[in-house]
């Protein structure tokens, strides 16, 4: 379960920058781009809420 | 800029220095107040690496890059000054501090209880906690420009002082009233938040800096260089109201910046828990993650709003206003990280504000404590002046608390060798070193003087307000610590 956090941790900050750097590399969309990144702020904190439920059990 | 201290966060894992680090002494919440830290609680690289990291990303940032460039810096001085600014922060806080935390091991505010007596810490508890509400009221305004982006509210201009209606004023009220709220029920909580948050703050100022980058003009990293030299730092004169900087400007302002935490010695109460003095050198982390890069990428959103407003010296300059900077980048996300990045930290620091204006009159209710320093935060964050003149204001908090890290220093090294007792007030049973309180008010006037009649700027001040604080305590002492009836200087 801890490892699973960890993992939806990652893909939320993965979205947080990549999006970016596509945005500025590879031409993304400024509106996929921002969407994109606030999948990712979700993911994250989403991850991160996950993970205090998990250690505080 | 963090000056609330009380941020940590590792990626791998949480650290628990600054939950067990209370501001003021006697307070609850803090571990081995009066005694060295054993060993047994002594922490690794990691965990300073992740606190210094998350620590120093602070909604503030977002305002200090911006004003560089209406400052009127250029791309060299720029990115070469924070670069040597920024060597000489991790320097003073691995060299100065560090090596004294590690052999007291015990807080600044335990240290100077024992060198100055208990009425001079009350007096800098004083002193920090005024300029903690005032440093809380610019992070509360940094949060507002964010709220106020769904509600239209028009944002303070670079040269406005006064609030710009009554929207504003209500924005604000309620941001810093909840804040304040949230400060005065304890920061545990938050300072859990500031550390789950910050790895992704992190990313989020990067991506700024990134998207920013094709909207001046920069479509691949070969044209940076030029790019950042002709037209996002071109050199020229400051934005009116502001003053000009230079390379020399930004060197002492990102090495002075956080004075009071490093050669101003208030991270003794952290790096106190450090093994070895070199874990003093995990400040880089903070220093180039949020005081170069984050400063850069937020200068680089200003850039992005001068050049879409075609900006000239016969226009006004568009307003710095990190949560439309942010949204316009980078969406909803920025509001989020703006957002977060000015709530916690402004909440440590009102609740530190607090807890310093609590040791002043120990009696007193920690949540009214509080509430009152939310509320001078709040009232300060009403005015657009407080963060249109941040950079004024760092150098005056550095320039304030600096000196009394000169005294812990002097105390630490030089005494001893020169004969003289450490820890004077405490063997002496005095509960004022007048020694060290008149070196610190007359080291403070000689720095107004400097400022008002030489025309030093308060940038440059806390280095010479260190040096002078030191050579006063020392030649003070010298006359103060002669044998003397007993009684006579109680």
């Given at each position: 379960m801890?490892?699973?956090?960890?993992?939806?941790?990652?893909?939320?900050?993965?979205?947080?920058?990549?999006?970016?750097?596509?945005?500025?590399?590879?031409?993304?969309?400024?509106?996929?781009?921002?969407?994109l990144?606030?999948?990712?702020?979700?993911?994250?904190?989403?991850?991160?809420?996950?993970?205090?439920?998990v250690?505080?059990? | 800029?963090?000056?609330?201290?009380?941020?940590?966060?590792?990626?791998?894992?949480?650290?628990?220095?600054?939950?067990?680090?209370?501001?003021?002494?006697?307070?609850?919440?803090?571990?081995?107040?009066?005694?060295?830290?054993?060993?047994?609680?002594?922490?690794?690289?990691?965990?300073?690496?992740?606190?210094?990291?998350?620590?120093?990303?602070?909604g503030?940032?977002?305002m200090?890059?911006?004003?560089?460039?209406?400052?009127?810096?250029s791309a060299?001085?720029?990115?070469v000054?924070?670069l040597?600014?920024?060597?000489?922060?991790?320097?003073?806080?691995?060299?100065?501090?560090?090596?004294?935390?590690?052999?007291?091991?015990?807080?600044?505010?335990?240290?100077?209880?024992?060198?100055c007596g208990?009425?001079l810490?009350?007096?800098?508890?004083?002193?920090?906690?005024?300029?903690?509400?005032?440093l809380?009221g610019?992070?509360?305004?940094?949060?507002?420009?964010?709220?106020?982006?769904?509600?239209?509210?028009r944002?303070p201009?670079?040269?406005?002082?006064l609030?710009?209606?009554?929207?504003?004023?209500?924005?604000v009220?309620?941001?810093?009233a909840?804040?304040s709220?949230?400060?005065?029920?304890?920061?545990?909580?938050?300072?859990?938040?500031?550390?789950?948050?910050?790895?992704?703050?992190?990313?989020?100022?990067?991506?700024?800096?990134?998207v920013s980058?094709?909207?001046?003009?920069?479509?691949?990293?070969?044209?940076?260089w030029?790019?950042?030299?002709?037209?996002?730092w071109?050199?020229?004169?400051?934005?009116?109201?502001?003053?000009?900087f230079?390379?020399?400007?930004?060197?002492?302002?990102?090495?002075?910046?956080?004075?009071?935490?490093h050669?101003g010695?208030?991270?003794?109460s952290i790096?106190?828990?450090?093994?070895?003095?070199?874990?003093?050198?995990?400040?880089?982390?903070?220093?180039?993650?949020?005081h170069?890069?984050?400063?850069?990428?937020?200068?680089?959103?200003?850039?992005?709003?001068?050049?879409?407003?075609?900006?000239?010296?016969?226009?006004?300059?568009?307003p710095?206003?990190?949560?439309?900077?942010?949204?316009?980048?980078?969406?909803?996300?920025?509001?989020?990280?703006?957002?977060?990045?000015?709530?916690t930290?402004a909440?440590?620091?009102?609740?530190?504000?607090?807890l310093?204006?609590?040791?002043?009159?120990?009696?007193?209710?920690?949540?009214?404590?509080t509430?009152?320093?939310?509320?001078i935060?709040?009232?300060?964050a009403?005015?657009?002046a407080?963060?249109?003149?941040l950079?004024?204001?760092v150098?005056?908090?550095?320039?304030?608390?600096?000196p009394?890290?000169?005294?812990?220093?002097?105390?630490?090294?030089?005494?001893?060798?020169?004969?003289?007792?450490?820890?004077?007030?405490?063997?002496?049973?005095?509960?004022?070193?007048?020694?060290a309180?008149?070196?610190?008010?007359?080291?403070?006037?000689?720095?107004?003087?400097?400022?008002?009649?030489?025309?030093?700027?308060?940038?440059?001040?806390?280095?010479?307000?260190?040096?002078?604080?030191?050579?006063?305590?020392?030649?003070?002492?010298r006359?103060?610590?002669?044998?003397?009836?007993r009684?006579?200087?109680?």
């Amino acid at each position: 379960m801890k490892i699973a956090t960890w993992i939806v941790r990652a893909a939320g900050l993965g979205l947080t920058i990549v999006p970016a750097c596509l945005h500025y590399g590879a031409g993304l969309g400024a509106g996929a781009m921002r969407h994109l990144m606030l999948a990712g702020a979700v993911l994250w904190f989403g991850a991160v809420l996950w993970g205090e439920g998990v250690r505080r059990r | 800029m963090a000056f609330e201290g009380l941020k940590h966060e590792s990626m791998a894992e949480p650290c628990d220095i600054s939950a067990a680090v209370s501001p003021v002494p006697g307070q609850a919440g803090g571990e081995f107040e009066r005694q060295p830290v054993p060993a047994t609680h002594w922490k690794g690289w990691r965990s300073f690496l992740g606190m210094y990291a998350g620590e120093h990303v602070a909604g503030t940032e977002f305002m200090i890059g911006s004003l560089f460039l209406a400052a009127g810096v250029s791309a060299f001085d720029l990115l070469v000054g924070l670069l040597i600014g920024n060597v000489l922060a991790v320097l003073s806080w691995a060299l100065v501090c560090a090596p004294i935390a590690t052999r007291a091991r015990t807080t600044l505010y335990y240290q100077l209880e024992r060198i100055c007596g208990e009425w001079l810490v009350t007096a800098y508890n004083l002193a920090n906690g005024i300029l903690f509400c005032f440093l809380a009221g610019a992070m509360i305004t940094v949060s507002a420009t964010a709220v106020g982006v769904p509600l239209d509210l028009r944002m303070p201009g670079l040269s406005d002082w006064l609030p710009t209606g009554a929207a504003w004023v209500v924005t604000v009220a309620a941001v810093g009233a909840v804040f304040s709220l949230v400060a005065a029920k304890g920061y545990d909580a938050v300072a859990r938040v500031a550390n789950l948050s910050a790895p992704w703050m992190i990313l989020v100022f990067l991506a700024c800096g990134i998207v920013s980058l094709p909207r001046l003009g920069v479509d691949s990293l070969g044209d940076f260089w030029g790019v950042a030299r002709d037209r996002i730092w071109p050199g020229t004169d400051p934005l009116p109201g502001q003053s000009k900087f230079t390379f020399w400007h930004v060197v002492f302002f990102a090495w002075f910046c956080n004075a009071a935490m490093h050669m101003g010695m208030a991270d003794l109460s952290i790096l106190r828990y450090a093994r070895h003095w070199r874990q003093g050198f995990c400040s880089a982390a903070g220093m180039f993650v949020g005081h170069y890069m984050a400063w850069i990428s937020a200068s680089m959103l200003y850039a992005v709003q001068l050049a879409r407003a075609g900006w000239d010296p016969s226009k006004p300059a568009p307003p710095v206003a990190p949560g439309p900077m942010a949204y316009d980048a980078v969406g909803v996300a920025g509001l989020i990280c703006v957002i977060l990045a000015g709530w916690t930290t402004a909440n440590p620091t009102i609740y530190r504000a607090g807890l310093a204006f609590q040791a002043i009159r120990p009696g007193s209710s920690r949540f009214a404590v509080t509430l009152v320093a939310g509320g001078i935060a709040t009232l300060g964050a009403i005015f657009p002046a407080l963060v249109m003149r941040l950079l004024d204001f760092v150098g005056l908090y550095g320039t304030i608390l600096m000196p009394m890290g000169a005294v812990v220093f002097v105390d630490f090294w030089l005494m001893p060798r020169l004969g003289m007792s450490s820890y004077y007030a405490e063997k002496a049973g005095l509960r004022i070193n007048w020694a060290a309180g008149c070196a610190w008010v007359l080291a403070l006037g000689v720095c107004a003087l400097l400022n008002w009649q030489g025309g030093v700027q308060v940038f440059f001040l806390a280095g010479p307000g260190w040096l002078v604080t030191g050579v006063l305590y020392l030649a003070f002492s010298r006359w103060y610590q002669r044998p003397q009836p007993r009684g006579q200087r109680r």
